[in-house]
T-cell receptor, first 109, second 111 residues
Framework: DAKTTQPTSMDCAEGRAANLPCNHS???????VYWYRQIHSQGPQYIIH???NNETNEMASLIITEDRKSSTLILPHATLRDTAVYYC??????????FGKGTLLTVNP | DTGVSQNPRHKITKRGQNVTFRCDPI?????LYWYRQTLGQGPEFLTY????????KSRLLSDRFSAERPKGSFSTLEIQRTEQGDSAMYLC?????????FGPGTRLTVT
């Protein structure tokens, strides 16, 4: 799986958009970008995934650059409940996930 | 609740004892995964089933660990002769096509 690089931590004000970056410069053509998050002491939660095109669902938007070497997860209106560790994962298909240390997003009131 | 369930949620055991955890996946999912997570780290892959077939095992899965999925539905993970280093959160996930859905985990403490 391609290696990903994420900031260790980020802060966001409640109600504002949270933009979480991820670098994956060695991504291959058949590898998808997945985002999961983990709220303290819970199992990881699937957020969104994409291959080439930008994607949006009820939780977030995923913006993938044209060269696919980086992506940004956007939480449009962050709430206190969005405080969690966010993991960006790149992998070829439905298979095992390789988690890094992720980004700890803290949403402040 | 139709999500992934795991039992027990917490287990405290003495070193040297055997423990078994159970995972019930989402019913229509044919793929099931086990992961282990220690404090401050992301989850690490342990093993993967497609239906009842165990298709991959991580080198993290020592001989003391065994996993089964006898009828392609629920799965069990057994740890024999537990060691203090086995203390961790054990996570189960299931999937059909792409995204994996995780259970709440079983937190194991070996004293």
């Amino acid at each position: 799986d391609a290696k990903t690089t994420q900031p260790t931590s980020m802060d966001c004000a409640e109600g504002r958009a949270a933009n979480l970056p991820c670098n994956h410069s060695t991504i291959s053509g058949n590898e998808y970008v997945y985002w999961y998050r983990q709220i303290h002491s819970q199992g990881p939660q699937y957020i969104i995934h994409g291959l080439k095109n930008n994607e949006t669902n009820e939780m977030a938007s995923l913006i993938i650059t044209e060269d696919r070497k980086s992506s940004t997860l956007i939480l449009p209106h962050a709430t206190l409940r969005d405080t969690a560790v966010y993991y960006c994962i790149v992998r070829p298909s439905n298979y095992k996930l390789t988690f890094g240390k992720g980004t700890l997003l803290t949403v402040n009131p | 609740d139709t999500g992934v369930s795991q039992n027990p949620r917490h287990k405290i055991t003495k070193r040297g004892q055997n423990v078994t955890f159970r995972c019930d996946p989402i019913s229509e999912h044919n793929r099931l995964y086990w992961y282990r997570q220690t404090l401050g780290q992301g989850p690490e892959f342990l093993t993967y089933f497609q239906n009842e077939a165990q298709l991959e095992k991580s080198r993290l899965l020592s001989d003391r660990f065994s996993a089964e999925r006898p009828k392609g539905s629920f799965s069990t993970l057994e740890i024999q002769r537990t060691e203090q280093g086995d203390s961790a959160m054990y996570l189960c996930a299931s999937s059909s096509v792409r995204e994996q859905y995780f259970g709440p985990g079983t937190r194991l403490t070996v004293t």
